[in-house]
């Protein structure tokens, strides 16, 4: 009896075709999905009014110690640190979904209509920092670490 070693090669060339995806780009470094997920400390927060310089905002040392939490399949949930900032459960949650580019997150939040983005400045393994507009006149940036 002949092998049917054709249709052996065939099946071995089409499941690795069909391989597991990887988390780093054709350069061989981390995506930027693969950088975001897990768990992040918020260490400063600061703000820009117009063109002007930032400055940390004495009110935004409560939020100096909160953690946000991203997930593989998109997820995203906000924690309020022991410094809270104000009344309420000191939680969020929602999506996040990173831009192709890298460039920007955008986020959605249950219970809040809408998309809203905030510009990556930095995204390393280590560290990422976010910028958003708040109003009209008035940027936030938010940086946390790993």
Request: hydrophobic content about 30%; overall charge negative; charged content about 20%.
């Given at each position: 009896?002949?092998?049917?070693?054709?249709?052996?090669?065939?099946?071995?060339?089409?499941?690795?075709?069909?391989?597991?995806?990887?988390?780093?780009?054709?350069?061989?470094?981390?995506?930027?999905?693969?950088?975001?997920?897990?768990?992040?400390?918020?260490?400063?927060?600061?703000?820009?009014?117009?063109?002007?310089?930032?400055?940390e905002n004495p009110k935004d040392q409560c939020r100096k110690d909160n953690v946000e939490e991203y997930d593989r399949a998109g997820g995203w949930v906000w924690h309020d640190g022991a410094n809270r900032c104000g009344t309420g459960t000191g939680t969020a949650?929602?999506?996040?979904?990173?831009?192709?580019?890298?460039?920007?997150?955008?986020?959605?939040?249950?219970?809040?209509?809408?998309?809203?983005?905030?510009?990556?400045?930095?995204?390393?393994?280590?560290?990422?920092?976010?910028?958003?507009?708040?109003?009209?006149?008035?940027?936030?940036?938010?940086?946390?670490?790993?």
């Amino acid at each position: 009896m002949e092998r049917p070693w054709g249709w052996v090669v065939l099946a071995m060339a089409a499941s690795s075709l069909s391989g597991c995806g990887s988390d780093t780009a054709e350069t061989g470094k981390p995506s930027g999905d693969s950088l975001i997920v897990g768990t992040w400390f918020q260490t400063n927060a600061e703000e820009q009014t117009d063109d002007g310089p930032w400055t940390e905002n004495p009110k935004d040392q409560c939020r100096k110690d909160n953690v946000e939490e991203y997930d593989r399949a998109g997820g995203w949930v906000w924690h309020d640190g022991a410094n809270r900032c104000g009344t309420g459960t000191g939680t969020a949650s929602g999506t996040w979904k990173l831009a192709p580019s890298n460039a920007t997150v955008t986020f959605t939040y249950v219970g809040t209509p809408g998309e809203f983005s905030s510009t990556v400045d930095t995204l390393t393994a280590t560290k990422m920092v976010l910028t958003f507009r708040s109003g009209t006149r008035t940027q936030r940036r938010d940086t946390y670490v790993k």
